[in-house]
């Protein structure tokens, strides 16, 4: 087995999951092709490839002499043959649908084993645009080219959410392989540390866009401090609602405890979760894209770092979240349930220490990365 890996961005801060898998597919991966300009050759020893790379000089000069206009899709093609030719690898393992469709030309033609990792927005097939809800996010085609390569194609689906999103446009479940995200396990210790201080650092950590609500996660701590709550907010992350959430955070009430970061690293993400007593976001149906939440990794490095969850029943969350548990649920949309519970969790520090307990436990059992690889290899070698 040799194994092309394609993906958008290999080295995102929030994308740990893909660094893992490098290793995972090591023995076997030939090389790394993105759509970026790579910031280095290779990575780990594998060369890393700009598979958007422009046509050389002698083409550009052809085309400019015949007139032929330049086709994103033709060039993409003879990217990935040159790149063939060079590597000889014999199976394609691509991270989201919305990269694949960008390959649909040479998909559609394809001779080698494709793996299609999917991980949510990308099999929301009525997205709509956060800047203009009006509009579709996906091509108008993008359905069709799913269903015209799905007999010929894996389908990795990172959660049963997503998986049942496969099933509603008619992929069977043959195609299907469901392969959950391992978490690196933290110290009952640490974690138990972490919930004495005062006052109590509650944390939203992910991508600001409008299924995690952080918007309203703001809104629920106003309405929680106004009823008594000692506490702070740290909300950290980059996404398009990021400037929304500071105008909220500056004109708040309660300014001066609500902290909004911006981006950062999965190290300031672990420090972040050092320093937290419970971990919170508003978890919905986004009002705007329609999107919800496909898996959630940032909530299982949340209960592997011994934090109690308070979010909305949403999405892929209900797989991995157990109400009661390792977190409690409300109802999305709910202002005063999110606020009620962050009041509740606050006032209880033995209520978060054992949804924190027991958060750690459904880590280290069902999301280590020893499950995860050997579920990744059985995938590949099937």
Request: glycine share 6%; charged share 20%.
């Amino acid at each position: 087995m040799k194994i092309a890996l394609i993906s958008p961005n290999y080295m995102a801060a929030s994308e740990t999951w893909i660094w893992r898998q490098i290793e995972y597919m090591k023995p076997w991966l030939k090389v790394i092709a993105t759509f970026q300009t790579p910031q280095q050759n290779n990575y780990v020893g594998i060369p890393i490839k700009h598979l958007d790379k422009l046509p050389g000089l002698k083409e550009r000069i052809k085309r400019k002499i015949t007139k032929e206009p330049y086709n994103r899709q033709i060039n993409l093609q003879n990217n990935l043959l040159t790149l063939n030719k060079s590597t000889g690898f014999d199976t394609l393992y691509i991270h989201f649908l919305t990269t694949a469709y960008q390959l649909k030309d040479y998909l559609k033609r394809c001779d080698k084993r494709v793996f299609i990792h999917c991980h949510g927005y990308d099999v929301t097939w009525d997205l709509k645009q956060l800047a203009y809800p009006y509009l579709p996010a996906h091509p108008s085609d993008y359905v069709d080219f799913v269903l015209s390569i799905k007999d010929r194609v894996t389908f990795i689906a990172n959660s049963q959410a997503t998986a049942r999103q496969l099933n509603k446009i008619g992929i069977d479940n043959q195609h299907i392989k469901t392969l959950l995200f391992g978490i690196k396990e933290c110290s009952l210790s640490k974690a138990q540390a972490t919930n004495e201080k005062t006052p109590l650092s509650i944390l939203f950590l992910g991508r600001l866009v409008d299924c995690k609500g952080p918007h309203k996660t703001i809104f629920a701590f106003e309405a929680a401090s106004s009823k008594g709550l000692n506490a702070e907010l740290t909300i950290a992350g980059d996404g398009p609602l990021l400037t929304t959430v500071r105008l909220l955070a500056n004109n708040s009430p309660y300014k001066e405890r609500i902290k909004v970061l911006g981006p950062v690293s999965y190290e300031q993400g672990n420090i972040l979760r050092s320093k937290a007593s419970i971990f919170t976001t508003h978890n919905m149906t986004g009002e705007l894209t329609g999107q919800e939440e496909a898996y959630g990794v940032a909530f299982l490095e949340a209960m592997a770092a011994g934090l109690p969850i308070v979010t909305g029943k949403s999405g892929g969350l209900t797989e991995t979240i157990i109400d009661g548990e390792t977190g409690l649920f409300f109802e999305p949309g709910n202002i005063d349930q999110h606020a009620a519970l962050l009041l509740d969790l606050a006032n209880n520090p033995e209520k978060r220490s054992r949804l924190g307990r027991n958060g750690i436990k459904h880590i280290q059992k069902n999301f280590n990365f020893q499950i995860e690889q050997a579920k990744f290899n059985d995938i590949l070698k099937a």
